[in-house]
Nanobody
Framework: VQLQAFGGGLVQPGGSLRLACVIS????????VGWFRQAPGKEREGVSCRRPSDGSTSYSNSVKGRFTISRDRDKDTVYLQMNSLKPEDTGVYYC????????????????????WGQGTLVTVSS
């Protein structure tokens, strides 16, 4: 199983970035894919996930309304569109995947995921 996260970079406050997580060696059908981030000196926190059952999504309160998770079925890629970025969005962003059936309270917890990508750095600064 391999996950590769791309798309990070330096952006000014108010700007946008789109992250991509390319997943190989894993059957995405029926799997939950999540995006997490880790700011310097802080623990990794859940940002968003996409549920396998109906493709519905979940977001942390800190990004709700600004970030959108989506999936390209043909490319086995999950995206995180990030708009209206703030300095507090700075961190290393990771994607994770699990085939386990998760309940709502587990979806943005990193222990719920079994495989991880290497992370991509997002820096929001003027």
């Amino acid at each position: 199983v391999q996950l590769q996260a791309f798309g990070g970079g330096l952006v000014q406050p108010g700007g946008s970035l789109r992250l991509a997580c390319v997943i190989s060696g894993f059957i995405l059908r029926g799997s939950t894919v999540g995006w997490f981030r880790q700011a310097p000196g802080k623990e990794r926190e859940g940002v968003s996930c996409r549920r396998p059952s109906d493709g519905s999504t979940s977001y942390s309160n800190s990004v709700k309304g600004r970030f959108t998770i989506s999936r390209d079925r043909d490319k086995d890629t999950v995206y995180l569109q990030m708009n209206s970025l703030k300095p507090e969005d700075t961190g290393v962003y990771y994607c994770g995947v699990t085939a386990r059936r998760l309940i709502t309270s587990q979806e943005l917890i990193d222990d719920s995921y079994d495989f991880w990508g290497q992370g991509t750095l997002v820096t929001v600064s003027s």
